[in-house]
Nanobody
């Protein structure tokens, strides 16, 4: 497992942009697939948003963010990013970073490691 720390959340107007970052604690985190999930209301489950393979060659997005969000990573910094553009009123949530050795596990929400989350708020 790795420890994950998210940052970059905040308040933004609808149509605006934010970039979330997730820093991993281990050098070997570069071998992990990583992803982003969000929880839009207390008591609701976490929704898959995006995932990226350890090499960066494979990405996967939920349909609702395709064309607006981009996941990327810098293995030299053990960091994954989520660039969020054209934010909509339905995007506010606590966004969580996830990591696992297996890309499929990240996509399925079965990651072994999770961050504490960062709040994203969108004003209309």
């Amino acid at each position: 497992q790795v420890q994950l720390v998210e940052s970059g959340g905040g308040l933004v107007q609808a149509g605006g942009s934010l970039r979330l970052s997730c820093a991993a604690s281990r050098r070997t985190a570069s071998l992990y697939a990583m992803g982003w999930f969000r929880r839009q209301a207390p008591g609701k489950g976490r929704e898959f948003v995006a995932a990226i393979s350890w090499s960066g060659d494979n990405e996967h997005y939920v349909d609702s963010v395709k064309g607006r969000f981009t996941i990327s990573r810098e293995n030299a910094k053990n960091t994954v990013y989520l660039q969020m553009n054209s934010l909509k009123p339905e995007d506010p949530a606590v966004y969580y970073c996830a990591a696992d050795l297996y890309f499929s596990s990240v996509v399925a929400g079965r990651s072994g490691s999770w961050g504490q989350g960062t709040q994203v708020t969108v004003s209309s």
